[in-house]
């Protein structure tokens, strides 16, 4: 197992109790880059970096909160944990046990620990299997028998009717179908469901009752959540925690109240200023310039220097900043973390009490202006 | 037709039906409302709600042999519903301009931005293409393209999605229209470059003094950007009024609804409070109040008749619902009570 070029040795801190028998899943330095063809005849080789160097735990009953932009690699990251994807480097481990070096035939016994709930409830159900079926199908696979009255009170605990059973998923509407995907999740009474979007694709009133289930079913079966949303509203709504990602990396990582409360990581404030809100009231918005840069060639050092509005040159754009604890259960990757919040912009400029590293590595020409 | 010179649209029992092969499908029931220059209107619903069909049927996009179209929809002194295909065309992209929600697809993959944008200023003008040209890289550049010159020579593959939803509202200002149309602009967008793209259309607003319809199905983007909101439900209005108002005092049980559904990055509630039930097909709608199968207030005339649009008091905005209003002043207390008690509770 190789680390990645540039990625940081130390160990990971603020959820560095690898270890302990709370945790459920624990990610290690993962890395995961695609390797993608470019030019004329795709003679170009070169890599995207999607998952850099992500370290955390998921905690036993937690609903562990992913956010970030299109891109920033949440998606990865659960497909990884569920070994949809095989790492390029680093370790999952999954109740103690390092599952990245697995084979397919190895995790077969895993699988039915884990589970996934998909974003869009049209293409997740297949329309020419009845629902008994589809959420019976996780007991065919695993040589279950007896599946049908299983089906039927799995169609009940998600608030479906059992007499749905011999139905077809175009007869149902957007709600009932992200039920019926939930049912399918909930099948082999699984430790870890992983929400993908769960909720992206349905209207808010709906949205309300899809959450709200997730909600009991954790409660009832001590479920543990890995939830991934680009809505920061829904995540506050349902996450413990929260990793906030950004271009492939963890940049803030903590308790959900206190995230909200108190963002380190000017990106995180920069997201969650930008969130319209329906409360009349006028606020200050930390608007970013520019777009996320390509993650083939992501900026050097820390990857947000290039629309930081904290950004110092020949400190930022040098040093990568690692993520450190900031307070306990709250971390950042961040040499000028914020000191309050709210903050105007130009407070968001001025950054002063600096957590300089011990050595302003100031050698090697800077590479972005 | 009202006197006020800023009055930009007047548009009143707008009803459009489609036909098919299972019945007809009610898409939009009489909805009335106006624009004036420097308002944006919000339409907030959910799908199916008949906020981008009525629309689309104001910029006489629907097709007349498919859709069945009624009412008034009057700009400048002319019923847009009753104008000719070849006058229309001389309004539609020129006057009313639209601007759709998925940039990906509204651009053509194969040909410059720049290009597409010239196309546009070419189809209302008759100048040459030179002009056009110059024309399209001060309006990208104007809607914050930078290094506009050398961008407008670029495929739209080479913008992030951001650029391209302001490409096409460069597109949608060549002529400066004087009302523009913007259907769900940000929802395929982050919410950092939604705040970016936001911010641009009110500029535009404020520097060209136009009138903005924003379509969307996020309340938090019509707090924040409406001077008006429409709430539509099942292809009728059900809630009209100043967004302050509407906000501060919903009168109409849905607009309830859905604020109580939303969740708040705020603070987090003890626990949501969903619409139950789904939204009715429009192939039968209910009769009565269209909302009334799952209103929790419903009584004896909901089933049956069907709320008119009107003001409950002279003080209050337009809504549509049977509640008597000392019934909804009491109600709409409650909920205020029960989000400071969730406030606590969380």
Redesign the interface.
């Known amino acids: 197992m190789s680390t990645p070029n540039g990625a940081p040795t130390e160990p990971a801190v603020a959820d560095a109790e690898f270890g302990s028998a709370d945790n459920l899943v624990e990610l290690e330095h993962l890395t995961k880059r695609f390797q993608v063809r470019q030019g004329v005849f795709a003679r170009g080789k070169s890599e995207v970096h999607a998952v850099e160097d992500v370290s955390l735990t998921v905690r036993r009953g937690e609903t562990l909160g992913i956010v970030g ?2 891109g920033c690699g949440k998606s990865t990251t659960a497909r990884l944990i569920l070994r949809l994807l095989d790492p390029t480097s680093g370790a999952i481990r999954f109740e103690g046990q390092d599952i990245s070096r697995l084979s397919q035939r190895q995790l077969r016994p895993l699988r039915r620990e884990m589970q996934m709930i998909f974003q869009d409830p049209y293409s997740s159900l297949n329309p020419r299997k009845t629902v008994g079926q589809i959420v019976g199908s996780p007991f065919v696979i695993h040589g279950e028998r007896r599946a049908k009255t299983r089906v039927q009170e799995l169609l009940e605990t998600v608030g479906l009717s059992p007499e749905h059973y011999n139905r077809y998923p175009h007869e149902f ?1 957007g ?2 179908r992200q039920r019926i995907g939930v049912a399918r999740a909930l099948a082999l009474s699984p430790k870890l469901i992983i929400c993908d979007e769960p909720v992206s694709a349905l ?7 899809v ?2 289930l997730l ?1 009991n079913l954790q409660r009832d079966f001590n479920l543990t959540y890995v939830f991934i949303s ?5 995540i ?2 349902i996450a413990d925690r929260i990793a906030v990602m950004y271009l492939g990396h963890v940049v803030e990582l903590g308790e ?2 206190s995230i ?1 409360e108190s963002p380190k990581h000017p990106y995180t404030a ?11 009231g006028h606020r200050e ?1 930390i ?2 310039t520019g ?2 840069p390509s993650p083939i060639a992501p900026p050097p050092a820390c990857i947000f220097h290039t629309r930081c509005p904290r950004f110092h040159q020949g400190h930022c754009d040098v040093d990568a900043p690692p993520l450190r604890e900031l307070e306990p259960g709250h971390a950042a990757a961040c040499h000028y973390p914020l000191e309050k919040w709210p903050m105007t912009d130009d407070e968001i400029r001025q950054a002063e009490g600096a957590l300089r590293a011990d050595k302003p590595s100031l050698e090697g020409a800077t590479q972005e202006a | 037709m009202t006197q006020d010179s800023r009055l930009l649209l007047d548009v009143r029992d707008l009803t459009v039906r489609f036909p098919t092969s299972d019945g007809v499908v009610q898409a939009v029931s009489n909805v009335s409302f106006t624009l004036s220059r420097g308002e944006t209107l919000g339409v907030v619903g959910e799908s199916g709600s008949g906020k981008s069909v009525s629309n689309l049927a104001i910029m006489g996009l629907l097709n007349r042999n498919r859709a069945n179209i009624a009412g008034e929809v009057e700009f400048n002194g002319r019923d847009l519903l009753t104008l000719p295909p070849n006058e229309l065309r001389h309004i539609r992209g020129k006057d009313i301009a639209m601007v759709f929600q998925d940039p990906f697809a509204c651009l053509h993959p194969m040909y410059r931005v720049g290009d597409q944008i010239a196309e546009a200023v070419l189809a209302h003008s008759n100048e040459g293409k030179d002009h056009a040209r110059k024309r399209a890289v001060e309006m990208l550049g104007h809607v914050g393209i930078p290094n506009a010159k050398a961008r407008a020579r670029d495929y739209p593959h080479q913008y992030s999605g951001g650029m391209r939803q302001r490409a096409m509202i460069a597109m949608a200002l060549v002529h400066n229209p004087s009302i523009l149309i913007a259907d769900e602009p940000t929802t395929a967008l982050d919410v950092t470059v939604q705040a970016q793209i936001l911010e641009l259309i009110e500029e535009v607003k404020r520097e060209f003094d136009i009138g903005v319809i924003l379509v969307t199905h996020d309340l938090g983007v019509v707090a924040e950007t409406a001077n008006s909101v429409m709430v539509m439900y099942a292809g009728r209005v059900m809630e009209y009024g100043p967004a302050a108002q509407i906000f501060a005092q919903p009168q109409h049980p849905y607009a309830w609804g859905l604020l109580d559904s939303m969740p708040t990055i705020e603070r987090r509630l003890s626990s949501l409070v969903p619409i139950e039930g789904s939204p009715p097909s429009l192939l039968n709608p209910p009769t009565g109040c269209p909302f009334h199968p799952r209103c929790v207030y419903q009584f004896a005339p909901c089933a049956t008749e069907r709320p008119p649009l009107v003001a409950p008091v002279p003080e209050a905005h337009p809504d549509a619902c049977h509640l008597p209003w000392e019934k909804k002043v009491e109600l709409g207390a409650k909920r205020a009570v029960a989000a400071i008690v969730g406030e606590d509770a969380a």
């Open positions: 932009e299109s509407s709600g009932q209207d808010v009133s709906i949205q309300a009752q959450l709200n909600r680009h809505d920061l509203s829904v506050r709504q959900s109240e909200y920069a997201l969650l200023s930008a969130v319209p809100r329906a409360t009349t918005r608007m970013l777009d996320v």
